[in-house]
């Protein structure tokens, strides 16, 4: 099993970034995905999930509006679109696949919002 995450960098204060999470090794139609985040110092945080068709998206609350998460399920992906960047969210994002009582994470990919 492998969640591969890529998309990640440097960026300015407003600017955004397109995450991506290749997996491989498991059934990816039959897994809830989502994004989770750990800055430093914090604890991981989750900011959206997706269902296995795609059809139910929930986002927390202060990504609203900024992130866009969805699939695609023929390519075995996950993205995160990420706009009006702001420096405090500044952290590691990682993906998920969960499928009770299953749960698979990748390495992360390191976004870094600053000036």
């Known amino acids: 099993v492998q969640l591969v995450e890529s998309g990640g960098g440097l960026v300015q204060p407003g600017g955004s970034l397109r995450l991506s999470c290749a997996a491989s090794g498991f059934t990816f139609s039959r897994y809830d995905m989502s994004w989770h985040r750990q800055a430093p110092g914090k604890e991981r945080e989750l900011v959206a999930t997706?269902?296995?068709?795609?059809?139910?998206?929930n986002y927390r609350d202060s990504m609203k509006g900024r992130f866009t998460i969805s699939r695609d399920n023929v390519k075995n992906t996950v993205f995160l679109q990420a706009n009006s960047l702001k420096p405090e969210d500044t952290a590691v994002y990682y993906c998920n696949a969960g499928r009770e009582p299953i749960s698979y994470w990748g390495q992360g990919t390191q976004v870094t919002v600053s000036s």
């Open positions: 997706i269902s296995m068709s795609g059809r139910s998206i």
